[in-house]
């Protein structure tokens, strides 16, 4: 057999798997010069560029909502959970700055995170993840040429856990952008609120940040997801976080990353998932080149 008819035979597999998993309909991932395609992309940058964050409703398939979330039950088990203060930037405080400044403020982080080496082969999700016609298309909707699968060994492809009465406070993220699935809503609350571009590489903007984290929701946004939406985020730059709910709430989030190799910080990877490889260590030693806090 050749090259060229491995090559072929795996982008049948991908393709064929994606079938199983995604609302072609809607979403033709394997037709990029469909209106369609070109639709469903066009919207979603649109939407980033608004306010950093694209809403694509029923990318899963209706009949694989239910499948996915049984899955994602079973593995919920091995969430890492911490009861854990963490400031919005999962760094220590600093005693110089007042106790109202951002740095200082920290919040209850009490939802758990099931680990990507803790998932079996076989979850969807995690086929989705490295699918790499579904990667082709979020590049497209981000509007680059490319984006990588996470080096990191334990994180990238994660299930975030919220039971009763947990909480995913104020944060950022590490990686510039997230992609994140709806498995499970919960009863009541539990919607995705977010202040779009608040901080940007060289500014902090420590004086709205301190607002929102006093109360004040007026330049925050909202989103209600239902299960099998998908969802992009651009969580470096806007701060966010899932509001108080009652009842239990499972979501996706692929991680991926413009460059390869990206690998989360020490500091962040123990608080969250509660240990660290070699490859977390190596990576500590470079610095960050957008100079943020973290
Ligand atoms: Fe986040």
């Known amino acids: 057999m050749s090259c060229a008819d491995t090559k072929h035979q795996d982008d049948m597999t991908e393709l064929e798997s994606l079938y199983q998993m995604v609302n072609m309909l809607d979403y033709p991932l394997d037709d990029k010069n469909s209106e369609i395609y070109k639709k469903a992309v066009l919207v979603c940058q649109q939407q980033l560029a608004n306010d950093g964050c694209a809403h694509l409703p029923n990318l899963i398939r209706e009949d694989k909502i239910e499948l996915i979330r049984e899955q994602s039950e079973a593995v919920s088990h091995l969430a890492n959970f911490h009861e854990n203060k963490v400031n919005p930037y999962a760094t220590e405080g600093n005693p110089e700055l007042s106790e109202s400044h951002p740095v200082n403020r920290f919040q209850t982080f009490s939802n758990g995170f099931v680990a990507k080496d803790l998932m079996p082969e076989s979850m969807i999700i995690k086929k989705l993840y490295a699918n790499t016609i579904f990667q082709s298309f979020i590049a497209d909707c981000l509007g680059k040429d490319k984006i990588y699968e996470y080096a990191d060994p334990i994180a990238g492809l994660v299930i975030n856990v919220n039971p009763e009465n947990t909480t995913l406070p104020w944060h950022y993220d590490t ?84 460059k390869p190799g990206m690998i989360g910080r020490i500091k962040r990877t123990k608080d969250v998932y509660g240990r660290v490889t070699d490859a977390h260590i190596e990576a500590e030693k470079q610095a960050r080149e957008d100079g943020l806090a973290g």
């Open 175 to 258: 990686n510039e952008f997230i992609v994140s699935l709806m498995i499970l809503r919960p009863e009541e609350g539990g919607e995705f609120q977010y202040s779009p571009g608040i901080r940007q590489p060289g500014d902090e903007n420590y004086e709205e940040v301190q607002k929102i984290l006093d109360g004040d929701l007026t330049k925050v946004k909202s989103l209600t997801l239902n299960t099998g939406d998908l969802q992009l985020f651009m969580g470096r730059f806007s701060i966010h976080r899932v509001a108080p709910a009652k009842g239990k709430r499972l979501s996706t989030l692929f991680g991926y990353a413009e």
